[in-house]
């Protein structure tokens, strides 16, 4: 039995959290935001679509460099007012800064510390 | 090297996104908010506490049904507006309505599918 749910976007002001993570090892990818144009941009395409909240503009991931992310499952919370994405990362990273994941520090005794180095040259995907 | 890093919760209003993932088979259990109150009461406690935006009041997990969630792990994503918890949930359910996860429905073709059952009792655990 299915039901007709769709998330939930007045709550978050037409927005709901997305978390990407890797159809295959389970790494929580990147966390991003979607209105219902983006979460209708990526059910149509296939190709995982956010709300850039800086930007303020449709954000398909990975139109300037290739790296998409193919979409394989999608699920919903228990308050639909945040979507899980399982991912296939093309290129591998989906930081901004080349890293696979974007959740690339890790809090020791002493504070922040980067536990992962980029795959890609941020400078040459993004142009300075 | 160690950044004295501490998540921008003023970006958000105040909350930062905080996502909980079972520290070993990499579940993502839940979603949730953190002020920066919930924020120190995890670091001091050892225990995921959040900010519930519905009764907007400071949410120590499990308070009530003893099934809190052990952090055995933080990371901050790389524009430090969500944190990432890797927990191990006591109880081994997250969810209100008794589940694992809150992610327990799955986009079918058709519409949402529930593919998980509850471990427990909502109606036992927390009372009518």
Redesign the interface.
């Known amino acids: ?5 769709s998330p939930d976007f007045a709550k978050g002001g037409g927005l709901v ?1 997305a ?1 990407a ?1 890797d159809w295959q ?4 990818l ?2 991003a935001y979607m209105n219902e144009e983006a979460w209708h941009h990526t059910l149509q395409t296939g190709h995982a679509t956010y709300w850039s909240r800086s930007r303020n503009k449709l954000w398909l991931k990975g139109e300037s460099s290739g790296n998409v992310q193919k979409v394989h ?7 639909a007012d ?1 979507v ?1 994405l399982k991912v296939e990362q093309i290129g591998d990273a989906a ?3 080349g ?1 696979r994941s ?7 005794e ?5 536990d992962s180095e980029p795959i890609f040259d941020p400078k040459k995907v993004y142009g300075q």
């Open positions: 039995m299915s039901e007709q749910l959290t978390i993570q090892d389970g790494t929580i990147m966390v499952e999608i699920r919903v919370d228990c308050d945040a899980l930081c901004h800064t890293r974007c959740f690339y520090r890790v809090l020791r002493d504070g922040f510390v980067t």
